[in-house]
């Protein structure tokens, strides 16, 4: 759960989510962020919504206005989808124009997990109104099409304290801060803390500080840098020794020393993250926060992009190829976007 690289725990609050891959026939996916629930497929053919056309903009009439002027664009591959739309604004009394007279209409209609959706922001001066339409999906749409895999985040649970991993213990959960390791549990009366222990350690924390937990049983153990402590879950004790271990990655490090937040392998190279993709081999996030490709002697073989974090799919749902999931800043906007690739040799795609 821990990021490098920036300060991510000084948000107000933090939440763990569960990530997973889903095969579903739809467009292939490239970035999801904002709205968890919200999965948006590359360029679709204007077509499939045109169905949608009439609800559509009469939920965009109703909040621009009668005999209001405004102007209208789609996304540049749904054209067909603009003309029907108009056609059917004009017929409902909306003005059309071509300059910025009047309301400005920004429209795009895409498809999600459960539904066909088209959505409009309508702004006038400071003015500010959502227009949105939209349509279960048919679940024998594109059943002929070869199903490609999008992701989905389900919240897990949420406390205003910075979270470093969360784990399930049987019908609990573990969940572990800089300061302790709580005992949660989820049920009807909803998640809460039912007992805490405190991280006992003369450990002074990096500036971002990061934590694993690995569950066996009714055991348990939490990493942090320089720090390795030993518990059960029944009865609910903790145990910490100011002493360094080699993390659960799977990919061979010697944990993280004190002060420091990066892993090292015995060759020397340096890492945040590690994903597996099976057959030895291994992606990682490594030095200055840029995604590489580890063989199976735990050599660097190529580069890509610029991640900060990362999860791994080596048997996924689809089959055809291990699927890593990469967090990352979102250029000119603070927030973050999640990418979804298909490792296919030396190349993600």
Do not use: K
């Not at 490098?4 to 609050?13: C, F, I, N, S």
């Not at 077509?47 to 009469?58: C, E, G, K, V």
């Not at 009668?66 to 102007?71: F, I, L, M, R, V």
């Not at 007992?195 to 924390?205: D, K, N, Q």
Request: hydrophobic share 45%; net charge negative.
């Amino acid at each position: 759960m821990g990021f490098h690289g920036r300060e991510w725990w000084t948000r107000p609050a933090s939440a763990a989510l569960a990530l997973a891959t889903l095969s579903i026939p739809a467009s292939p996916f490239d970035v999801a962020q904002g709205d968890p629930e919200f999965i948006e497929g590359a360029a679709q053919p204007s077509a499939p919504f045109l169905d949608l056309a009439p609800d559509f903009a009469s939920a965009i009439a109703a909040a621009v206005g009668p005999n209001a002027a405004a102007s209208v664009a789609f996304a540049p591959e749904q054209q067909r989808l603009q003309v029907e739309v108009v056609r059917l604004l004009a017929a409902r009394g909306v003005r059309v124009v071509e300059n910025g007279e009047g309301a400005r209409v920004s429209a795009e209609c895409s498809t999600n997990l459960r539904e066909r959706a088209c959505a409009a922001e309508i702004r006038r001066g400071d003015d500010r109104r959502v227009a949105i339409t939209t349509r279960a999906r048919d679940r024998g749409q594109n059943a002929d099409e070869a199903p490609v895999v999008a992701i989905e985040l389900r919240p897990i649970y949420g406390q205003r304290r910075a979270m470093l991993d969360v784990a399930d213990a049987g019908d609990r959960l573990l969940v572990l801060t800089p300061e302790s390791v709580s005992l949660v549990a989820n049920d009807a009366a909803g998640a809460r803390s039912i007992a805490s222990r405190p991280i006992e350690t003369s450990r002074v924390w990096p500036r971002d500080v990061r934590g694993r937990l690995r569950v066996a049983g009714s055991a348990f153990e939490a990493f942090l840098p320089g720090v390795t402590c030993r518990g059960t879950v029944a009865p609910f004790a903790l145990a910490c020794a100011d002493e360094s271990e080699p993390w659960p990655l799977g990919l061979a490090n010697s944990g993280i020393a004190p002060s420091r937040n990066a892993f090292s392998t015995p060759d020397g190279f340096t890492f945040y993250e590690a994903a597996a993709l099976g057959g030895g081999r291994w992606l990682a996030v490594g030095e200055r926060g840029v995604l590489t490709l580890v063989d199976a002697r735990g050599r660097s073989a190529a580069r890509a992009d610029a991640a900060d974090h990362l999860a791994g799919f080596p048997d996924s749902c689809a089959g055809d190829a291990p699927y890593v999931v990469a967090d990352a800043r979102a250029p000119d906007a603070n927030a973050d976007a999640l990418r979804l690739f298909r490792v296919e040799g030396a190349h993600l795609v």
